[in-house]
């Protein structure tokens, strides 16, 4: 670890520091890339990458901070030293993320490979030589990344620049199924119990939660019943489709043009509509705060009656761990805008958002793009998706991979995700992260949380994806000027929406907070992506 960065990370990165300053303005430096003139096209990533460990600082989120400190103690980190000749060593952001790597990119001193969502900054830090460009590595020394581009549709579009640069190595997820891992859930108990079906509309769904909120369904008599809640970056998509709009820059239902949800009508609607339902007392009164926690302690506790939420780790824990709490799965609802829309991009993206860059301060730029590399290999897409052969999983006669009972049946009482990130994780890393892995670990589920997952997917294929896009790629000067729009549009948004919704506001104040939306240039972000947009539909 180079000893600028080392400083920053030990220091907690100074988070006093002003976090406006903005990636990418530190000064220019010369590229430190290898020279490739010299070098033969590779069409098999032969193993050792390097004869003499060495070792490279991976910056990222940690995805799996409720299990593990570090994804330096997960046992693939050793594995992949040893198979490889590269150690990975992962540093994780400590408090706010964003404002950390913001403090990171303006040092122009960076670890070698930095793991984040790109999206709108990839072609700035590219430009600002923070990161260097890959696509001729890619095509000499990246054989299995390479052979993905070649072989699957869309990716290479996806995560390509206008000038026609690639700056990351993604995260990917080539079965759809994988994307569908967030939807809505409901005590199917507790509908048996106030007389309700499972509601399919928003005039429904109020329905059931004011039968929730007033009739007692947890049996104990007491007025405690939450009708609806979740964690707060969840509870923020929730509801918000059904009225044509989402959180993000997304489609106009009617025109097919890009807009911001701020400047459609059914923004206004849904904002008033989650304020009266706030004001019944239908939803957590600690929405905007509740981690994980409380959440859980809310549903094991019998006093939740619904939430927006994932299907691979929280609705199965919850059927395990209190076996009479019954949930349902539920369509994604239809509302004024008349259609079951779905609110995140994330299910269509199978290139997703987030990636690596190697950056200019790597000194072994040949290596890291070859590790990066290794990840997208099969041997590579094991490690991520599987831990490590006898210990965490097993082949039959066929090859097919089945996980241990160290793993399902784990004698410490971790559920199963918890326990294959003793060896690994797929999340916050570039590579592919693998359906048939994660269907694995929930292979001796009960059959009634199997089915339960099965329809929460399937309600995620059915929705109506007509307002998302794919990742949409800005140019430098587009780039610069969107994230000076964005920091101050996100930031306003987001405290005005909360007012609203707990009464601060009075929503007779919607049309400022348009104009003020307008003010902080609105319109213009969203003629930058109408621009991207427009690009990508060429």
């Not at 490279?56 to 693939?76: I, P, Q, R, T």
């Not at 200019?360 to 490690?383: M, P």
């Not at 007509?466 to 587009?478: F, R």
Request: aromatic share 10%; hydrophobic share 35%.
């Amino acid at each position: 670890m180079n000893r600028t960065f080392k400083k920053l990370v030990v220091t907690g990165l100074a988070l006093t520091l002003a976090v406006t300053t903005l990636a990418g303005c530190g000064a220019k430096k010369k590229d430190t890339a290898a020279d490739l003139s010299n070098i033969e096209t590779m069409t098999e990533n032969t193993l050792p990458i390097s004869k003499e460990e060495i070792t490279l600082d991976v910056w990222c989120e940690n995805g799996a901070k409720d299990f593990v400190k570090s994804y330096n103690d997960m046992s693939a980190v050793d594995e992949i030293a040893k198979r490889t000749g590269v150690r990975l060593n992962f540093v994780h952001p400590t408090g706010a993320t964003q404002e950390q790597l913001n403090i990171i990119l303006a040092s122009n001193d960076y670890p070698d490979i930095i793991f984040s969502n790109w999206d709108s900054k990839a072609a700035k830090v590219l430009d600002d030589n923070i990161a260097i460009r890959l696509n001729d590595y890619i095509d000499k020394l990246a054989p299995n990344f390479k052979k993905i581009l070649e072989q699957e549709k869309g990716i290479k579009e996806q995560i390509t620049l206008p000038t026609g640069d690639i700056v990351s190595f993604p995260q990917l997820a080539l079965d759809d199924k994988f994307l569908c891992y967030d939807g809505y859930f409901i005590r199917q108990d507790w509908l048996d119990k106030v007389g309700k079906k499972v509601p399919t509309t928003i005039d429904e769904w109020h329905d059931v939660l004011v039968a929730f909120k007033t009739q007692d369904p947890n049996g104990n008599g007491k007025a405690d019943e939450i009708a609806f809640g979740g964690l707060p970056y969840m509870f923020k998509d929730a509801f918000i489709s059904s009225f044509g709009v989402t959180t993000y820059y997304s489609l106009d239902p009617k025109t097919q043009k890009m807009t911001h949800a701020s400047l459609q009508p059914g923004y206004k609607e849904y904002i008033a509509t989650m304020a009266q339902w706030f004001k019944e007392g239908l939803i957590d009164p600690n929405y905007l705060n509740a981690g994980k926690k409380e959440v859980d302690a809310l549903m094991l506790n019998d006093t939740l009656g619904a939430y927006y939420g994932d299907n691979n780790n929280s609705m199965p824990k919850y059927m395990q761990m209190k076996p009479e709490l019954k949930l349902t799965a539920v369509p994604y609802p239809i509302g004024p805008a008349g259609k079951a829309y779905y609110p995140t991009p994330a299910v269509i993206r199978t290139a997703r958002s987030q990636g690596g860059i190697i950056t200019s301060s790597c000194k072994n730029v040949k290596e890291a793009v070859r590790i990066c590399d290794y990840l997208y290999s099969e041997e590579g897409q094991t490690l991520l998706n599987w831990g490590i052969e006898g210990e965490s999983f097993t082949k039959d006669a066929n090859g097919k991979k089945q996980f241990t009972d160290k793993i399902l049946k784990n004698p410490e009482g971790k559920v199963p995700y918890e326990a294959i990130c003793q060896y690994f994780t797929n999340r916050g890393i570039m590579g592919v992260v693998q359906y048939e892995a994660a269907s694995g670990l929930e292979s001796n589920l009960d059959p009634k949380i199997k089915a339960v997952k099965a329809d929460s997917v399937k309600y995620a294929q059915e929705a109506d994806k007509s307002l998302l896009t794919y990742n949409l790629k800005l140019t430098v000067e587009e780039s610069r000027e969107f994230d000076l729009i964005e920091s101050e549009v996100k930031t306003y948004r987001d405290e005005m929406v909360s007012k609203f919704i707990l009464g601060i506001e009075p929503i007779e104040n919607y049309d400022k907070f348009v104009n003020d939306m307008k003010s902080l240039k609105i319109e213009r972000a969203v003629e930058i992506q109408q621009a991207a947009y427009d690009r990508q539909m060429k």
